[in-house]
């Protein structure tokens, strides 16, 4: 639910060339009396946001970007002032710049490239922080102790003040640090992200274990009992969106032997194999290969799967119009839309262009299920737009845990005939939408806008 390295990133680059373009045009703006408190303050609430923990109720989006931005912001305009304060004399300019431009590209690809290989977190934030404080520190201690301050008490005392400042920061960086390493059973980092694997309960009947990436989770299952490893839980919970499409699908109302097709768009921990049925296939698409290393190695959905199963790895949406390149529609009986990178959205698979792929990979009475579970943003006004565009019926289902195991989730299921989704709704099991009228929101391969579906209140 924090903004991922993915999400930050723009906001980082921007940030270096607007403070980079600031203290270069003139000394007078980068001023230490202003820029190291604000810096203080923006840092220190940054750090206290990344040890906030994995708790639902947490402040608000738009404060924490709003945060995290501040403090990108403050040590840019830190780092680049320092800079400043350094240029020599025109005659060295040359090198000078050739040495920010060969920090800037060394910087680069210690996060691109090596960061994700010596690091199983996001960890280079608190390197960075540390360093940036370590280096800002000696330059102003140096021009201290070279006359800038004078009066040895106030520099002694503002001394300690300022280290005990620095050890409270390091602290708490490495608390969380600790916090999120300690307790994983595995902790894997590539360059879709950090994923982890946590065990609860361990020796007890009820031991389960849960996949996270970042601080979303990505699915449990409980593991002593096969009965139990079986059984779909979080956010596939029976009477979820999943669960009704298994119920209440013509072709397993009909005959409930009767095979289907299913297509899922996000692998996690394989939950939705197991609702299947030995005659059914099922074909994922999973677009980082550590996911399925993990589903296959710590938990047993896929492995236990009694139906016909495929992993395609590689990107859904490139991987889909491929094979209807090829002519090869899959025809699908029940499409699951379920690709979150952490809590991020992959927009392009929520465009209109995306939808038509999936709709020509859907037999003439297929149902698709788009899971729209987010805390901060609201993506079912998108998803009625594009239905409205497509002509499909919609419906949501929203569910709230009720056991343990259980989250809670938010779908909404798509079908080109009503029949199915006016027998889910005559029983009940639907939502009413909290709108009557979805915003107009349609998203599309040149257009969209996470601004729209931002949850503000």
Known sequence: RRPPRSTLFPYTTSSDLITFIICFDHARWYHRGIWIPLAVVSVGAMVYLLNQGTADVE???SRQIGIYLSAIFCCCMLCHGEMV????APTYLTTFYLIISFGGAAGGMFVSLVAPTIFTGVWELHLVLILITVMVSYRVFRDAQAGMITRRFWLGLFSLFWVQLVLTMCFFLWKHIQEQASDAVVRERNFYGTLSIYDGEVGKPNHWRTLYHGRINHGRQLLNYKTLRAKPSTYYMKRSGPGLIFD???RRLALPEQPISIGVIGLGTGTLA???NPKDSIQFYEINPEVETIARDYFSYINECP?????????ARITMESELETGSPNQFDALFVDAFSG???PIHLFTHEAFESYLAHLAPDGIIAIHITNLHLDLSDPVRTLSAALNLNAIWVE???KERGECYSS????SRTPETLDLIESKGLHSDWERKDARPTLWTDDYSNLLEVIIWD
């Open 59 to 61: 402040m608000h989006i």
């Open 85 to 88: 304060r350094l240029k020599p």
């Open 248 to 250: 209440f699908h013509p």
């Open 274 to 276: 197991g609702y299947a």
């Open 307 to 315: 139906a016909e199963l495929k992993i395609k790895l590689g990107d």
């Open 343 to 345: 809590d991020s959205i």
């Open 399 to 401: 569910r709230t845990p």
């Open 411 to 414: 779908w909404v299921l798509l």
